[in-house]
Structure formats: C-alpha cells, structure tokens
C-alpha cells in the first residue's frame, strides 16, 4: 500500500499523524511486507551483490502467548531462491525478566509470576507501512539504518522486525526480534510506561534473561567458543584476540569484560562458506553495563547449556550445569540484558495521589552477527 | 536473596506502616468449580478447555485444597534437523501447568494431543508459577473487604481497576516462601495510585498494607 493510501485511511481512522509530513508522504512507497502462513512469515529482501545475485530472505515462526510474550519458534536464512533453507534458530525467546529494586525488594519475575497478556497492537503501533498479525504482533520491514557505505554507494539494510508489547501490570516490556538482510539477527527487550506507584521514584534493573536454542544448520554439531580481546597484549602497543573452548568445553557460565569486547560465539562444525570458512555466529551483547545481584543466575552474564527438554527457566539455569560438552553438540545459550533505571522527572509525577506518567523506553538486548555466513561482503555489488 | 515484604526500612521513603500484621481470612471449605484458567493466545480456547478437564477434578476444595489450572501452552517436540516450520496444523503435543497450594508445587503434564494420552509428567516445588486472572479476582475480593485498603482507597476504591505483581521469594524466612502472593495495583485510566502497597498471600488469604507519603523526589 502506498502511504498515500494509508494516509487516507488513517485519517478515516481518526489518527492524528496520518497527516504529518505531506510531501514526504506523497513520494514514499512502502516496502512489500512477505507472506504469511500461520504463524510463518517468508520475507525477501531486494536483490544486492554483484549483477544482483544474491536476493536474501528470511523464512521466521513466532508465538506468542500469556506469560510469555512474544518469542521466535524458528529461524531460516537463505542468501538467494535458489539455496536450501538453512535454519538458524530453533527457538527464542525472553525467558523472564528480573526486576530487583534498589531498597532489596520487592525482586520481581515480571514473566513466571503473573500471567500478563501482550497488548492489543494497533494501526498507530504499526505505523504506515507495518501491520499487525494475530491481533498482538507488529510485523514490519525497516529500511532506516545503514548495512554499508563506501564513498558514494550505499545499502541500507532491509530488516524484517516483529515485536509485541506484554502488558505487566504498570509496566510494559516491547519485546523485538529483528532479521535482516545480510543475515544479522537483533533481539531487544525495551522497559516503558509506569514507574510501580508504591515507589515511583525507587531505582531499579529490569532484567532480561534471554533463553536462545541455537541450531545453527540443525540441532547437531554446534561449538560454542569465548572470544577475548586483550590490550596490552605482549608490547604497550599491541593487542591480541584469542578464541577458546566456551568454559573448556563444557556447560557453564562467563562474565562479560568491556575491556575484553567478550562474546560468545555460536559455530557450526559442519557448515563451511564458499571459502571453506567455518560458519558462526556471534552474540553480542547490547547494554548500558552489568548487573550482578544476590540471586546465582546473574553471577554471570553468559550461559551455555546443552538442549534438554525442559530446561527452559532461566531462574534454574544454575541446576541445568552439570559438566555436560558444549562442544560439537545442540547448545542453548543464555544471556542477561540488565536495563538501569533511575528515576527522573521525565518519568512523571505524584499527582493529588495518583501517578501520572510514563518512562521513556529504554533498551537492551542481543546482536547475533553472524561471521563467515557470506564469503564476500554482504550485497555489496563490486566484488 | 532478599525478603520481599519486609526489607530494611529504607530512610528515604519515610514510610507509614499502617498495619504489619495481617488479616487472616480463611474460607470454608466448600466446593468450588474448576476454574477456567489461563488461555495462551497460542492454544485454542476449546483445546485449552478439553485439556483443562483431563487434568482438573470436577470439584475441589476451597483454600490451600485448591488446584489451580494455569494454562496450556503447545509442547515443541525437538527433531534433529528441520528444514522448516514444523508445524503447519496443530501440535502434536501439549504442555499443561496446574499449581497445588497444599505444598507450593507445580505440575507439568505433557499430553498427547490426538490421543489425550499423558507423556509425561512431573512436579517442581517452590518454582514461580504464573498467577491466574481467577487468582487475581480472589485477590482483588479479599483486599477491597479490607477495611485498611478501603480507607486508604477512599471513594474510588469501587472504581478502580486492579492489577497485579506477582511475588516470589527463596527465602525461607520470608512470609511469602512457598506462598502464593502478589502485590495489587489500584488505577484509574491511565493513572495508578501511589504510595500505597497492597500484598494479598492467597495462601493464607492474607492482607498487608503499607502506605508511604507522597515522595517526588529522586536523586
């Protein structure tokens, strides 16, 4: 649909910012959002790379359901029609989000205490090129950041994003996956709406404890590694990065170090790239810093775990580690995303004993980049 | 890990407790229907219904007899290697939660959906369980017969709608350890009274209120 149209039926709608932007509206078509067959949506992208031969796609299952939220059932990447389907994730999801306040209670599980529902999304949560699926998710296809740039040629990136909003009580939690053309994924969990009336004005983490079973080209035969940087590294002015066996190879936990740039590394000992390049992928974290609380899960800021069924309570993760390999297996991964909240007076005030306002949002979350999915640079045309 | 109902007095908050001790309100044990519990957006409200009444007695005791049926959700059956969306119908199994007050445990029974046949099913004590929409209107019911809650509510407390936190603490010194507890939130459309902490334990069908004074202040 071209905005135009939607401007017209917005404004049907009644919604105000149908009619911002008139001559931006008039020229802007929005992007083909793909099929959809049950909870499966099959996203293209446009063609990119040499002569336009690669023409990526996502093929994405999703849920969603109460105390749960939004969460991915499936995750496939092929870089042109031709290729077989490689799936990538088998399932994620946030597995709950931890919310301690400063004073020491209340330590809240925003997820496995309550059954909070995912709002209703609408028109205006869609905005003019986005629609909504199943009444709660937000299916939309952003072409607002850069992928690359080089002197005067440039690619934006093309990503496929579904996001939902659960409703927990005063609080909402946006829950974001995003699948973009060059084959990156982004997960996101952003904090907003009503500070908790008893204590509004009381710091706070809102925590989220992300569950990611990793199948990358299938269930088997992924190795989950620990990349380090370390600077100084033999002389003042050199630097080193090593990559080694996640906790010598078995299951368990790591801290994350800004001055390490850690992360987990996600690879497959089977898949190799055109050049022979083993194909990987790397969780980088996005955050404002750590978290350490009283509670053992969060003594660390990464897990790694082998698949069993049932194993799906972050809270427990401690009692899931007992030595098994994480080395050439099927290996979940599991990451915390603190969000620091401190009150100000954007947040809102008392007013004649009500609350009145509602905290901007605030983000953290995962990027899964892959490394050595492509042998050349992504859709860049001249190599 | 640290009590959520009685921390150390934060100076900052100044605040009120106006009644610590709570009001035990225990129910007859009379019979009550099998609730209706918690519909994932996921399973179909029939499913989730014919599921509810294979694992739920027809009746059962009032109180910390109680059963509750929390929701159903599908069961993922791992292969080794998909090359795609599993599912195009209906899943081929279903996870089933119910949480017993007796001795704070949670069961999972994993059903077969075509033959109804349980695959699998075992108990976790002292888990966080989600708290049901029925559990909340319990809550709800038991504080607004609060006379505290009602005075410190004044004349909106029949207009306001009522949310709610769930509590969970592993603390064996703590009230709530093993109970099933939340925190109620009173709002009035987009706007939530404040400084005023309601937690009903249902388990003992108990009521805590604290009230702090209007602070805006951060820091």
């Avoid at chain 1, 629609?131 to 040629?153: E, F, I, P």
């Avoid at chain 1, 309570?313 to 050439?328: D, F, L, W």
């Avoid at chain 2, 029925?134 to 029949?158: S, T």
Wanted: one cysteine or more; aromatic letters at 10%.
């Amino acid at each position: 649909m071209s905005i135009g149209n939607f401007a017209a039926a917005a404004l049907a709608a009644g919604l105000a910012w149908a009619s911002q932007d008139t001559a931006w509206a008039q020229t802007y078509t929005c992007p083909t959002l793909g099929p959809v067959s049950g909870n499966t949506i099959t996203q293209e992208f446009p063609a990119g790379g040499p002569g336009g031969m690669f023409k990526p796609a996502w093929m994405v299952s999703f849920g969603f359901a109460t105390a749960k939220g939004l969460y991915i059932t499936g995750a496939w990447f092929r870089k042109k029609p031709t290729d077989p389907w490689m799936q990538v994730i088998y399932d994620a999801r946030l597995s709950d989000i931890f919310v301690p306040y400063h004073s020491g209670s209340p330590r809240y599980y925003d997820l496995s205490t309550f059954s909070f529902n995912l709002v209703n999304a609408t028109a205006a949560d869609a905005g003019p090129c986005g629609r909504v699926l199943g009444g709660k998710v937000v299916n939309q296809l952003r072409t607002n950041a850069l992928l690359w740039k080089a002197d005067t040629d440039v690619r934006y990136a093309n990503e496929l994003v579904l996001w939902a909003t659960l409703g927990a009580a005063n609080y909402n939690y946006v829950m974001s996956y995003g699948f973009r053309d060059d084959g990156q994924i982004s997960l996101r969990i952003g904090a907003t709406s009503h500070n908790l009336p008893s204590v509004p004005m009381e710091s706070h983490m809102h925590d989220g404890l992300w569950r990611i079973d990793m199948d990358l080209n299938g269930a088997p035969n992924d190795s989950a590694y620990w990349m380090v940087h370390t600077e100084p590294s033999g002389s003042p002015l050199q630097a080193s990065d090593t990559m080694a066996a996640f906790n010598g190879g078995v299951e368990g936990s790591a801290v994350w170090d800004a001055l390490k740039f850690n992360y987990v590394l996600i690879q497959d000992q089977l898949l190799v790239n055109g050049r022979g390049h083993k194909v990987s992928y790397e969780f980088m974290p996005v955050r404002m810093g750590r978290a350490v609380h009283d509670e053992l899960f969060s003594k660390a800021d990464f897990w790694v775990t082998r698949y069993h069924p049932g194993e799906d309570m972050y809270k427990n993760v401690t009692t899931y580690v007992n030595g098994e390999s994480v080395m050439n297996t099927d290996d979940v991964i599991w990451h915390m995303s603190p969000l620091h909240h401190e009150p100000r007076d954007e947040d809102g005030f008392i007013d004649n004993g009500y609350w009145n306002g509602v905290a901007m949002v605030m983000w953290g979350g995962l990027d899964l980049m892959p490394r050595n999915l492509w042998d050349r640079s992504p859709l860049y045309p001249n190599n | 890990m640290k009590s959520p109902l009685f921390p150390a007095a934060p100076a900052a908050f100044a605040a009120l407790i106006l009644a610590i001790a709570p009001t035990p309100v225990f129910c007859a044990a009379a019979a009550i229907p099998a609730q209706r519990g918690v519909v994932s957006d996921d399973v179909p409200a029939a499913v989730a219904a014919r599921l509810r009444d294979l694992v739920q007695p027809r009746t059962m005791a009032a109180g910390v007899g109680r059963l509750v049926f929390v929701g159903a959700e599908p069961a993922r059956i791992k292969g080794e290697r998909s090359t795609g969306p599993e599912v195009a119908g209906a899943p081929k199994a279903y996870l089933v939660t119910q949480y017993r007050y007796a001795d704070d445990t949670t069961i999972y029974t994993t059903i077969d959906a075509a033959t109804n046949r349980v695959l699998a099913r075992r108990e976790a004590r002292h888990v966080p369980t989600p708290i049901t929409a029925e559990e909340l209107a319990a809550a709800r019911e038991l504080a607004l017969g609060d006379a505290r809650v009602r005075e410190a509510l004044g004349a909106d407390a029949n207009k306001l709608t009522v949310e709610a936190l769930g509590l969970y603490s592993e603390d064996r010194k703590d009230r709530i350890y093993g109970h099933r507890a939340m925190s109620l939130l009173f709002r009035k459309g987009a706007l939530y009274r404040a400084g005023l902490e309601v937690i009903v334990d249902l388990t003992t069908r108990s009521v805590t209120v604290t009230r702090r004074a209007p602070n805006n202040e951060h820091r």
